[in-house]
C-alpha cells in the first residue's frame, strides 16, 4: 500500500478521517484500529476504479 497522509479526529466515540488527497471520501470507526483499517479498505476502493469520476 503506498503511504499516504490522512486527517483525522474524534467526534464523541467515533474516530472520523479521510486521506488529505481525497477529502472528499470519509469513513469513521469505534476506534482509532478500526478508523485505519477502513481507511485502507477506502484506499484500495479508491486504486480498484471502483469508485467513478475518481
Do not use: A, C, R
Not at 4 to 12: F, M, P, T
Amino acid at each position: 500500500m503506498q503511504s499516504l497522509k490522512y486527517v483525522h479526529w474524534q467526534d464523541g466515540e467515533f474516530f472520523l478521517g479521510h486521506f488529505v488527497d481525497y477529502p472528499d471520501y470519509l469513513t469513521q470507526g469505534k476506534s482509532l484500529e478500526e478508523l485505519k483499517e477502513n481507511l485502507e479498505s477506502l484506499y484500495n476502493d479508491l486504486i480498484s476504479k471502483e469508485i467513478p469520476y475518481i
